[in-house]
Structure formats: C-alpha cells, structure tokens
C-alpha cells in the first residue's frame, strides 16, 4: 500500500491527445471494472456513459458485456481529522493493510525459477506469523512479506521499494503532478500512460513490468501497473486532498496531517495492496512516510535489517 501516488486535478481537454489521460477518463471505468468482474484481469475494460455527476462504467471482457459498475465508490466514506474521503474503499486483510493482521505470508522457493507463492498460516496473529516464518525458512523458503503475493511479490520489485525508500513518495508526486498538468492543458503535450511509465523510470523507480510475479502473467497486471493505476486513481478521487503538493510534492507532514496521504490510503490503498502484494510496509521496509507503530510486518524479507540488498 501505497504511498503517495498522484496529484489529481480536473482536466478539460477538447483536443485531447490520442491515448492521453484526458482521451481516456484515465482509464477510471477500466479499474472500475476490473473491481466489479475480474480484479486480476487485464482483459477486463470499462467505457464510460452518462456525464458530469451521474456518470457509470460499462464494462466488457473481449467485447463481452458483463454490466455495469459505478464511475466511482460512494458507499464506504471514511472520515479522519484530515478529512472525509467519500470514494474509500474496503480493505481485504488477506493482505498487510488496515488492521495489520493477516493468516498469510508470501513465500518464495530455492529452485531457479520459483515464482512468489501464498503461504496460509491459519488464525493466530502475530505469533502465528512467527511460527509460519520459521516454517518457511526451515523448508529452504525466503520469508517475501505478510499478506497474499501479488504483481509485485518478485525479490527484484521489493529491490526497488527498499532502494527508493528515503524519496519514492516525493518522485512519485512530482511525475503524477506532470502528468496532471499536461492533460491539464489542451495545447500542451498531453502525456500518455507510457510518459508516466518514463518519467517514474527515469527517478530510479523501475518496477517491473513483465508480469515476473506470476505463475502465469498473461493477463495478469505488472507491478508497474499497480503503481501507475494507483497514481491515476488518486488523480480522479483525491483531488481537494492533494492541491497543495502542486506546489510542493516533498513529503513534509505527518500522516495524520495529511489529507493527499489519507486520501490515497482509503480510497486507492486497498485496490494497490491487492494489486501489488508487496509494498515497503509488507516488506518489512520502513518509509519516509511518518506512520503509527504496529504497520510494518514483522517477518518481512527486510524486517530488522540495517541492509536489506
């Protein structure tokens, strides 16, 4: 879950650019979709109907009709002294997220070639995680993070969490930001999807995007997938949160301050967590976002150590 991920800003764009955010509603109805009929299948895509605040998604598989899904989430607001969030959306704690307790463990095997896989250690909290890690590592398994594997459960992705820890929250402002303001204006380059894949590349943060995670990644999302889905969710729910780091995209409040982190935690966290599976809480990694105790997991792959790779 998520660290910051996007500056969000209504755009107007009557000659968009093809392939744009702005040509695509940001590809909003095809997560929305994608939650509605198929979380984990890319094949599942969204058009959105209606307009202004009456919009909906109509969804499809393969030019199949599968139905309707709301534009955006309104039925599980959360309010925080930072704000309401009314598009929040629930948490699934088969991964390391809300209440930071999960029956599961994302393991990875000794054999060349292993992919990520699922550990259930069965009810027990804490000390049933314990014990569940000294199972894995005693079978020749590497402990990856708490919670289900996901998109961004292979060791080479966690790399890249632990590596940019001190300055992903503040890289991945300041790309989401150019990414708002070019589809901002219309005479403008409005950039594509590809543009913030380059710009999150360039700043050190090289997720993979070969869907290495999977047993069987056709279809499947890619970590970098998840990250840039979290940071266009953010730009279409978060936006009276996150105006400020228009200005300034450093991480410079407290959580508990900060209404763009608060934001981005209720109403994209639980989608990314899904998606990812490992982010630097999971891990074990602690982050230059200031968080209450008891969120990193405990038997993370870099849990306790001083280095990590």
Same mark, same amino acid.
């Given at each position: 879950?998520?660290?910051?991920? %996007? $500056?969000?800003? $209504?755009?107007?764009?009557?000659?968009?650019?093809?392939?744009?955010?702005?040509?695509?509603?940001? +590809?909003?109805?095809?997560?929305? !979709?994608?939650?509605?009929?198929?979380?984990?299948?890319?094949?599942?895509?969204?058009?959105?109907?209606?307009?202004?605040?009456? #919009?909906i998604?109509?969804?499809?598989?393969?030019?199949?009709?599968l139905?309707t899904?709301?534009y955006?989430?309104?039925?599980?607001?959360?309010t925080?002294s930072?704000?309401?969030?009314?598009?929040?959306?629930?948490?699934?704690?088969?991964? +390391?997220?809300?209440?930071?307790s999960?029956p599961?463990?994302?393991?990875? %095997?000794?054999?060349?070639?292993?992919?990520?896989?699922?550990?259930?250690? %069965? *009810?027990?909290?804490? *000390?049933?995680?314990?014990?569940? &890690?000294?199972k894995?590592?005693? &079978?020749g398994?590497l402990?990856?993070?708490?919670?289900?594997?996901?998109?961004?459960?292979?060791?080479s992705?966690?790399?890249?969490?632990?590596?940019? /820890?001190?300055?992903?929250?503040?890289?991945?402002?300041?790309?989401?930001?150019?990414?708002?303001?070019?589809?901002l204006?219309?005479?403008h380059?409005?950039?594509?999807?590809a543009?913030?894949?380059r710009?999150?590349?360039?700043?050190?943060?090289?997720?993979?995007?070969?869907g /290495? &995670?999977?047993?069987?990644?056709?279809g #499947?999302?890619?970590?970098?997938? !998840? +990250?840039?889905?979290?940071?266009?969710n953010?730009?279409e729910?978060c936006?009276?949160?996150?105006?400020? =780091?228009?200005?300034?995209?450093?991480?410079?409040?407290?959580y508990? =301050?900060?209404? !763009?982190?608060?934001?981005?935690?209720?109403?994209? %966290?639980?989608?990314?967590?899904?998606? *990812?599976?490992?982010n630097?809480?999971?891990?074990?990694?602690?982050?230059?976002?200031?968080?209450?105790?008891g969120? $990193?997991?405990? $038997?993370g792959?870099?849990?306790?150590? &001083?280095?990590?790779?």
């Amino acid at each position: 879950m998520l660290l910051l991920a %996007g $500056v969000a800003l $209504v755009s107007w764009a009557p000659t968009a650019t093809p392939g744009s955010g702005a040509a695509n509603g940001y +590809w909003q109805c095809d997560r929305q !979709c994608r939650g509605a009929y198929g979380f984990f299948d890319r094949n599942v895509t969204g058009a959105e109907t209606g307009h202004l605040r009456h #919009k909906i998604c109509q969804c499809s598989n393969s030019n199949v009709s599968l139905g309707t899904a709301p534009y955006e989430e309104t039925g599980t607001p959360v309010t925080t002294s930072a704000g309401t969030f009314e598009h929040a959306k629930p948490f699934d704690n088969a991964y +390391w997220c809300d209440q930071y307790s999960t029956p599961f463990l994302c393991t990875l %095997g000794a054999t060349a070639g292993a992919k990520p896989q699922t550990m259930d250690c %069965g *009810a027990g909290g804490a *000390a049933s995680l314990d014990a569940c &890690a000294a199972k894995a590592k005693a &079978a020749g398994k590497l402990v990856l993070h708490c919670g289900k594997c996901g998109a961004c459960s292979a060791l080479s992705d966690i790399q890249v969490l632990y590596t940019t /820890r001190h300055n992903i929250t503040t890289e991945m402002t300041r790309c989401s930001k150019d990414f708002a303001l070019s589809n901002l204006w219309p005479f403008h380059k409005q950039q594509t999807l590809a543009d913030l894949e380059r710009c999150l590349t360039a700043a050190g943060i090289t997720f993979s995007t070969d869907g /290495r &995670a999977w047993g069987e990644p056709s279809g #499947k999302p890619s970590c970098m997938q !998840c +990250w840039t889905d979290n940071i266009l969710n953010d730009k279409e729910v978060c936006t009276s949160h996150c105006l400020s =780091k228009f200005i300034d995209p450093t991480n410079n409040k407290p959580y508990e =301050k900060d209404g !763009c982190l608060q934001c981005d935690e209720y109403s994209s %966290g639980p989608d990314f967590i899904k998606c *990812a599976g490992a982010n630097r809480r999971s891990s074990g990694i602690i982050s230059d976002i200031d968080r209450g105790p008891g969120q $990193v997991c405990p $038997v993370g792959y870099c849990t306790g150590k &001083a280095q990590c790779f």
